[in-house]
C-alpha cells in the first residue's frame, strides 16, 4: 500500500537545513497522519513538523540513535558553531551539505524498524517528549533540522501562533518513491533531526522513511532501481 502524504501541487522545493534552540514541542492529532511539532528560535520563530504515523498507522520506520556518532560526510560542527535560522541546500548528485540516507553512511538503514507513534512503552512520541524536554532545560541545546522549507507571509501558525507561518517538514528520506511521490525523489536531499546537548558533546538523531520507499536508488536522480 502507498502512503498517502498530500502536498500542494506544483510546490517549490526550497530544501535545507534550520538550525536553533528548541522551546517548545507536542505531538499535534491532526488528521489521519500526525506529526510532532516543535517550536524553534532560530533568529526568529520557526516550527519543525516531524512525521510520526502514517495514514494507516503502521508505514513509518525510524532509527533513533540517542548517542549518536558523526560518521561518513556528515559534519554538524559547522551548523551548531554556526547563525541559527535556516540554510539553503544543494541537492543532486553534486549535492552541497545534503544528507542521504543511502550514500552517507550515517547510520544503518537497515536497522530501521516501526516504532509506535504513541502509547505508553518506547515511541516516538515520547521518545521526542523527553528530549524536548531536556532541550528545553538545557540552555546550550540546539536543533539542527534537515528537510523542506515552508513559509506563508499572510498566516498565523495554527500550532504556536506566530507569524509569519514558517520552519520545515520531510524530516524523513525522500528518496526511492514510486507513483504519485515520485516527484519528491533526489539524491542528497533526506530530511533528519538532531538535538544537541551539553555544547556539542551528546547528539540524539532521528532518521524516519516509509516502507513503501526503496533502498535501491538511482545515484544521480534518487528513483527506485528494479
Known sequence: MLHKRRKPPGAVRHYGVLVGSVVDGFESPDGASPHYEIRVDGGGDYRIAVNVRSVDQSEVLAYFDDQFQQAGTLDLAPYLNGDP??????TGPSGSGGLDYLRDDLFPVDAMQPIPPAGSGVSLKNLLDANIERAKADL????????????????????????????????????????????DNRAHGDGALFLSFNSGQEIVALFVRFQTQSLQTDDRTGDPIG
Not at 535560522?85 to 544543494?90: D, K, N, R, S, V
Not at 540546539?142 to 507561518?165: H, L, N, R, S, T
Open 85 to 90: 535560522g535556516f540554510q539553503a541546500l544543494q
Open 140 to 183: 546550550s541545546a540546539m536543533v539542527v533540522a534537515f528537510g523542506e522549507f515552508f513559509e506563508d507571509a499572510g498566516q498565523v501558525d495554527k500550532y504556536f501562533g506566530f507569524q509569519p507561518e514558517r520552519g520545515i517538514h520531510d524530516i524523513h528520506m525522500m528518496q526511492g518513491n514510486r507513483g504519485p511521490f515520485a516527484s
